[in-house]
């Protein structure tokens, strides 16, 4: 047993030893120093693309997230909607005595108006006789 568990281990030393001479020239080739300066420029690259990133998303979703700007708008025009609502409202009592003055001056047009509308009955008259008139003549 004793000599099973040599080889056993005399193998694994073997391994080992393959593996670190493996691991030496990987390091050789690799140059782990400049390696590691790139990956720290490779994590600030990414670091500040992100940020950047946030940044452009945060500006355009407030430049084109129009909803707050509607809804201030809509409040606004409201406003104004209601301040002018309230001059004319306090307008009211003053058009209504307006109405009241002007309301004799209209009862005479509305007579001046009928008067014509008489007259026009006195023409349709007049039509009728010349028409009579002319079928005498034709006749």
């Known amino acids: 047993m004793h000599l099973g568990e040599s080889v056993a281990t005399a193998r694994a030393v073997g391994h080992l030893s393959k593996s670190t001479e493996v691991m030496k020239l990987v390091n050789g080739l690799m140059k782990a120093p400049e390696v590691s ?19 452009v998303n945060d500006s355009l979703d407030s430049a084109l997230d129009s909803e707050d700007i509607e809804e201030e708008t809509e409040e606004e025009v409201d406003k104004v909607l209601t301040e002018i ?41 007049e039509l009728e006789e010349i028409r009579a008139r002319l079928a005498n003549v034709r006749g």
């Open 85 to 125: 609502a309230g001059e004319i409202a306090a307008q009211l009592p003053a058009a209504a005595r307006r109405e009241k003055i002007k309301q004799p001056a209209q009862k005479e047009k509305q007579k001046e108006e009928e008067q014509p509308v008489a007259e026009g009955v006195d023409d349709e008259q």
């Open 37 to 55: 300066a790139t990956m720290q420029e490779f994590t600030t690259e990414m670091t500040k693309a992100g940020v950047i990133e946030e940044a």
